[in-house]
């Protein structure tokens, strides 16, 4: 079975401008989150998407937008982008919400703003 | 809220020498706890998970976590540490407080030198 696949793996962005990020989730995963990784904060959660709706939003400017489609795959937007957006944006999916069912992550897209 | 701490930047072990990657959690109720691993420019990928029972947790890798309910913590383990274990270790705690959100500890580095 194919892993979480995230697109494009790296983009270079200048200030001010917005950005999509893809992800497509595991076949049968319903669930698809959204985490932000940097050095100095960790990995931050953005927001999961579950049957089309987002579930649950971290605690993220409204720069930072995200949407699922019916087929689960999800989209990530960041909109006027700033320096401090630069990082590793992981995806990951589950095959519920269920809270004993695992994340599978996929391999990342890196943004780095300049 | 829900928490979880990682007491430790960086484990440094030899070879062969078993390893322990600490973990505690701040819950309430009955704790949902996983452990994943990120190798350098991937994703997570996911080790072991304790949602119930036995509090000797088996994963990949031949790592194991041992859940302490009195102590909170879920420190992961390996009897025998390959240089090929190190990597970036996560302890994650459900919160079903929270819609089932996923918290992240800060990370440990694992360095194992031949």
């Known amino acids: 079975k194919a892993g979480v696949t995230q697109t494009p793996r790296y983009l270079i962005k200048t200030r001010g401008q917005q950005v999509t990020l893809s992800c497509s989730p595991i076949?049968?995963?319903?669930?698809v989150s959204w985490y932000q990784q940097t050095p100095g904060q960790g990995l931050q959660f953005l927001f999961e998407?579950?049957?089309?709706?987002?579930?649950n939003k971290g605690n993220f400017p409204g720069r930072f937008s995200g949407r699922q489609f019916s087929n689960s795959r999800s989209e990530m937007n960041v909109s006027t982008l700033e320096l401090g957006d630069s990082a590793l944006y992981l995806c990951?999916?589950?095959?519920?919400?269920?809270?004993?069912?695992?994340?599978?992550f996929g391999p990342g897209t890196r943004l780095t703003v300049t | 809220a829900q928490s979880v701490a990682q007491p430790e930047d960086q484990v440094n072990v030899a070879e062969g020498n078993p390893l322990t990657v600490k973990c505690t959690y701040s819950?309430?109720?009955?704790?949902?706890l996983f452990w994943y691993v990120q190798y350098p420019n991937r994703g997570l990928q996911f080790l072991l998970k304790?949602?119930?029972?036995?509090?000797l947790v088996k994963g990949s890798y031949g790592f194991e976590a041992e859940f302490n309910k009195s102590q909170t913590s879920f420190h992961l383990k390996k009897p025998s540490a390959l240089v090929s274990d190190s990597a970036l270790y996560f302890c994650?705690?459900?919160?079903?407080?929270?819609?089932?959100?996923?918290?992240f500890g800060s990370g440990t580095k694992l360095n194992v030198k031949p």
């Open positions: 990951a999916s589950s095959l519920a919400l269920e809270p004993s069912y695992e994340q599978y």
């Open positions: 076949s049968g995963h319903r669930s």
């Open positions: 998407y579950f049957s089309e709706t987002q579930r």
């Open positions: 819950v309430s109720g009955n704790p949902y």
């Open positions: 304790y949602i119930t029972g036995d509090n």
């Open positions: 994650a705690v459900r919160d079903m407080e929270n819609f089932n959100k996923f918290y």
